[in-house]
Nanobody
Framework: VQLQASGGGLVQPGGSLRLSCAASGSIFSINDMNWYRQAPGQQRELVAGITGGRSTNYADFVKGRFTISYDNTKNTVYLQMNSLKPEDTAVYYC?????????????WGHGTLVTVSS
């Protein structure tokens, strides 16, 4: 099982980006999927999550600006990021709880860099 994240890049303040994270491999089911981020010198922090029941939760610092969604036909979670601020600059990681032939495990993507700068 692998998680492949993509969609990062350089964007000006106020701009938008959409991150994608696709799960692949021998997947029986997927429970929670989350986006975390880690800025230089900072701890990794939860940005947004979507549960198996498809309820969502957001960190206060992204509420109203970011939207998490999931396409079960593609085993892909998205993070639509609008009104980006310089403080959103970080490496963004996806995380998922996945049941495979080995049972339930936590998986992490390699991360995608988002840089918000003029």
């Amino acid at each position: 099982v692998q998680l492949q994240a993509s969609g990062g890049g350089l964007v000006q303040p106020g701009g938008s980006l959409r991150l994608s994270c696709a799960a692949s491999g021998s997947i029986f089911s997927i429970n929670d999927m989350n986006w975390y981020r880690q800025a230089p010198g900072q701890q990794r922090e939860l940005v947004a999550g979507i549960t198996g029941g498809r309820s969502t939760n957001y960190a206060d610092f992204v509420k109203g600006r970011f939207t998490i969604s999931y396409d079960n036909t593609k085993n892909t979670v998205y993070l639509q990021m609008n009104s980006l601020k310089p403080e959103d600059t970080a490496v963004y990681y996806c995380h998922a709880e996945i049941r495979s032939s080995s049972g339930w495990s936590d998986y992490w993507g390699h991360g995608t860099l988002v840089t918000v700068s003029s």
